[in-house]
């Protein structure tokens, strides 16, 4: 398989070659892109349960718990994509190919750009009442 990674075991010795060895800034570097990712997910749940829990007036409920469930999702699905890129670029760098695409960013931010719009719209139209 392409994409099996050999790890080096703790007992082997590690390469005498400085050029074989994967650089450490590049990893903790992509550790802290998944912690910026998670930081993402977590706001995205926050923002999700305080919508629920914290914007009562907000519209009708069925609107607000669809804004909340939205926002749920998407911090889930932001967690998983954060644990899934992490393996693959983890791995890529360690096997010398570049890096995976993804378009993740670009979707979540046109999302959460129709979201804002959306409860512009609410805030919009519910002042009068």
Not at 93 to 116: E, F, H, I, K, W
Request: without cysteine; hydrophobic residues 50%; glycine residues 6%.
């Amino acid at each position: 398989m392409a994409d099996e990674v050999r790890l080096r075991q703790p007992n082997e010795a590690r390469p005498t070659d400085p050029a074989d060895e994967l650089d450490y800034r590049f990893s903790l570097a992509n550790e802290r892109t998944f912690l910026a990712w998670i930081r993402t997910a977590l706001a995205l749940v926050g923002g999700g349960l305080a919508v629920d829990q914290l914007l009562p007036d907000l519209g009708r409920p069925a609107l607000r718990a669809t804004i909340a469930s939205v926002l749920l999702v998407l911090g889930a699905a932001t967690a998983v994509h954060a644990a899934v890129r992490w393996v693959q670029v983890e791995r890529r760098m360690r096997s010398g190919r570049d890096l995976p695409s993804t378009r993740y960013p670009q979707v979540l931010a046109l999302l959460l750009a129709l979201g804002a719009v959306l409860l512009v719209l609410v805030v919009v139209l519910g002042a009068d009442r």
